[in-house]
C-alpha cells in the first residue's frame, strides 16, 4: 500500500504549536476534520480514544517517531497526517528521546488487514534514515507531500 493512499496531504501539520502529545494529537485530528476527512460531531471522541491508546501504551517507537493510531467506527476509510514538531514532544518513548515527527492512522474497525497494510507501509519507510531524516527537516505541507511521494515512488522502482 502506497502512502499517498492513505496520508491525507492537505491535513499535514509541518509545524505542530503544540508541545504535549495530547495537544498535538488534537492538532492532527482537527486537521483531518477540516480537511473533510472526519465528522466534527465525533472529534472529541477520537482524540479521547487515541489518547487512551497512549495511556495503555506509547506509540513512540524511538528515533523521534510517533505512530498513534486506533480503530474507529466513524472512520470510513483509512486516513492518516503527519505532525512535525521542531521541539519535539515527550510520547513515552521507547528511547525515552523526544518526538519530532508524528505519524497518526485511523482505520475503520471492520477492516483489519487494510489496516496492517498501512501499518506495514508506515514502518517499513520510518525503519529508513533517509527518510526519517528528510521527514525532520520538511518544513512545509508541500515538503512533506513531495516526501511521501519520492518515497511511494522509489517502493514502486524497486518492485515493494
Known sequence: MKLCDFMVTEAIVPSLQSTVRDGAIRELVESLV???????????????????RENQGSTGIGKGIAV???KHACVKDIVGT??????????????????????????????????????????????????RKFLRQSET????????????????????
Do not use: W
Not at 477540516?34 to 487512551?52: C, D, F, H, M, N
Not at 508541500?142 to 514502486?156: S, Y
Open 34 to 52: 477540516r480537511s473533510g476527512r472526519l465528522p466534527s460531531a465525533r472529534t472529541e471522541e477520537i482524540i479521547e480514544k487515541l489518547v487512551e
Open 68 to 70: 498513534p493510531h486506533i
Open 82 to 131: 503527519i505532525g512535525c514538531s521542531r521541539e519535539g514532544i515527550d510520547f513515552s518513548a521507547l528511547d525515552q528521546a523526544p518526538v519530532y515527527s508524528i505519524l497518526l492512522l485511523l482505520s475503520p474497525p471492520d477492516d483489519p488487514d487494510r489496516h496492517l497494510e498501512a501499518m506495514e507501509s508506515l514502518f517499513a519507510h520510518l525503519q529508513r534514515d533517509r527518510f
Open 141 to 160: 505541507k508541500e515538503a512533506v507531500a513531495d516526501l511521501l511521494q519520492e518515497a511511494d515512488d522509489a517502493n514502486q522502482e524497486s518492485g515493494l
